[in-house]
């Protein structure tokens, strides 16, 4: 299902053109891997599949998505979801394959290089990433796909890794470290064609000396992405030593988690690719199979790479192509897992009616009459290898001065209400300890800390009868890192938040007392509107106004 996603990317760009190629050079190698594929596509036409994660389980959240800012994202996944059945079409797939090959051919220079854009000048970062993405349908062996152009721009490559190294030759600095990321995205981006192109002798000297180089100050290059390119790049160019050491301290530095797999805890996102955190988790996974033969970790990092799809999407063409290629080609086969998972509440087996074809997606409602204390009891069994997920939701209705907050969940709430007070120092805020006066300024503090990064989340914090907003317009607000829209209503704030990266953040705001009496100032509740399964809530605050 994102695979269209590839497809759709409207930009002209060398890199957005290869992208097309390759979804579709993708789509005919998964189409064509299992008869039953293309039947599940089939079924999939007209059905609530091809639907965005934003527009299902609407009963779920608690706010419509005509109330939020994100209906246009809705409906653009879903268009790009209900493409699917004529991105698998066997007449389709050739006709684009052959239109992004033709433009490609087109904007490929009489160096063998690539523009960024066409009419540019040639750009060698680009045209090794296209040549590694060339590299990568070769080695999926998807035939569909020629490779002259990619054989081409080797010569370009070749050329160019021999200046770098008599530019360090002139400048009489060899024995310093010159290794880059680039220079390892190239070492594993040419060891796809060491059989259909061998290093020719003008450019063997600097091949073998940046070879040396890799093996010798792989640690000092500092992002995992990288040591995994220089890890596979090396073990195929023959060094039997280094690889294997690179792949054990990747391993000794990675997280084990029973939900979220294996994963690197240090943060290494930032505005370079290198450090692009989907791109390099699909590296993992091609290391610990090619290089390390781990069938366990590279399993282990597949989860993390799901897990980000689960609340989120990939977010680029370039991270989606990159994600599609690890969990295609390493590793046991996700695509041939079709046992339905049973859930038991109470002892008793859930019906599983209306399976969704592929996914395995089934639901099941119960009404207030059919709800007993024993369905508090519940197991998940799957019987065939893989992961899954879902939830199970509780509605009922409650005083809410009885709700206690949720803990231990992946999105966690604080709320704590201040007061505002003029001192000789200045205005200071306490916490709320008595009773309040008609005038007073509160300030509502929320506390949110999440546990992973993720999309489309909804915020609302309600608001106590007695009390009245001081932000009453809406608007887009930054603090910390966070961008967020601020939406005030009658009863409650809401914050909507396009992007939440795993960490800590606090959220306030002023609100006036304007009556008298004694009553709850509501909750805070928070859930990812893209998998409504994660959500929190925080407890009520009870205000005393005299």
Partial sequence: QALPYLMEFPYECSEQVFNRLYANGLAGRIASSDPKIRRIFDRWKGSKALTSNLEKNQDLKSALLQESPWVLEAKNETQAKRNIGSLFDENTLAASLKAAYAKLAAMQLGD????????????????????????????????????????????????????????????????????????????????????????????????????????????????????????????????AGTPGKIMRSMKERSKLDPEMGRYWAETEAGWWWYRAPIETQAMMIEAFDEVAGDAKAVEECKIWLLKQKQTRDWKTTKATADAVYALVLRGASLLASDAPVEVRLGGQVVPREGIEAGTGFYEKRYGPGEIKPAMGDISVKKTDPGIAWGGVHWQYLEDIAKITPQAQNPLTLKKTVFVRRATAKGPVIEPVRGPLAVGDTLVVRIELRTDRDMEYVHMKDHRGSGLEPVNVLSQYKYQDGLAYYESTKDTASHFFIDYLPKGTYIFEYPLRVVHRGTYQNGMAHIECMYAPEFNSHSASVELVVK
């Fill in 112 to 239: 063998g290089s690539w523009p960024w854009f066409p009419g540019g000048r040639g750009d060698s970062y680009i045209t090794l990433y296209l040549v590694t993405g060339f590299g990568r349908l070769l080695r999926l062996g998807v035939s569909d796909v020629p490779q002259d152009l990619a054989l081409k721009a080797i010569d370009h490559l070749d050329k160019w890794i021999d200046e770098v190294y008599r530019d360090i030759l002139k400048d009489k600095t060899q024995v310093l470290n010159h290794l880059s990321p680039t220079i390892a995205l190239y070492l594993y981006g040419r060891s796809f064609y060491l059989k259909d192109k061998p290093v020719p002798a003008k450019a063997r000297e600097a091949v073998d000396y940046f070879l040396k180089q890799g093996a010798k100050f792989w640690l000092e290059i500092g992002n995992r992405q990288s040591q995994a390119h220089l890890a596979v790049g090396l073990k195929r160019f023959g060094d």
